[in-house]
């Protein structure tokens, strides 16, 4: 038990490995990744776009935004918090992942002074592997 704990705060050290698909020039996207960075995730980053992946992993552009990124065998879509990730990764549900479509100001990655304080309402979905979601946690 000593040893299981042992190398459960040595992962923790370690970060949860995050793979994430962004533009090169997106700021945004380098945002979202040190709010993850931030939470206990260790990001590897591919400035290739993420219009293929996202259909690779079979995610639906109605999803979309403006970056992929895959966790746990998850697929994380857009500017979602750690928290509802870390809830995901907690609760394993039967799903393809989360999404939050388009780019919700106020959301992590776009929450930084340009925005002046504005927080938009929004949902982060959980999209089931038939396509279909349902919301997961709603911010305001």
Same mark, same amino acid.
């Given at each position: 038990?000593?040893?299981?704990?042992?190398?459960?705060?040595?992962?923790?050290?370690?970060?949860?490995?995050?793979?994430?698909?962004?533009?090169?020039?997106?700021?945004?996207?380098?945002?979202?990744?040190?709010?993850?960075?931030?939470?206990?995730?260790?990001?590897?980053?591919?400035?290739?776009?993420?219009?293929?992946?996202?259909?690779? &992993? #079979? $995610? +639906?552009?109605?999803?979309?935004?403006?970056?992929?990124?895959?966790?746990? %065998?998850?697929?994380?879509? @857009?500017?979602?918090?750690?928290?509802?990730?870390?809830?995901?990764?907690?609760?394993?549900?039967?799903? &393809? #992942? $989360? +999404?939050?479509?388009?780019?919700?100001?106020?959301?992590?990655?776009?929450? %930084?002074?340009?925005?002046? @304080?504005?927080?938009?309402?929004?949902?982060?979905?959980?999209?089931?592997?038939?396509?279909?979601?349902?919301?997961?946690?709603?911010?305001?």
């Amino acid at each position: 038990m000593l040893v299981a704990g042992s190398l459960h705060a040595q992962a923790r050290r370690a970060g949860v490995a995050l793979e994430v698909w962004k533009d090169a020039n997106c700021g945004c996207c380098g945002d979202w990744i040190t709010h993850m960075e931030q939470n206990g995730f260790k990001a590897t980053v591919h400035d290739t776009g993420n219009n293929a992946v996202r259909a690779r &992993l #079979g $995610l +639906a552009t109605k999803y979309g935004s403006c970056h992929t990124a895959l966790v746990g %065998g998850y697929v994380v879509e @857009g500017h979602v918090p750690a928290a509802d990730v870390q809830r995901l990764l907690r609760e394993k549900p039967q799903a &393809l #992942g $989360l +999404a939050a479509p388009g780019m919700p100001v106020g959301s992590p990655g776009m929450d %930084g002074a340009a925005y002046g @304080g504005r927080r938009d309402r929004y949902d982060t979905l959980l999209v089931l592997r038939d396509g279909s979601s349902r919301v997961f946690q709603s911010h305001t």
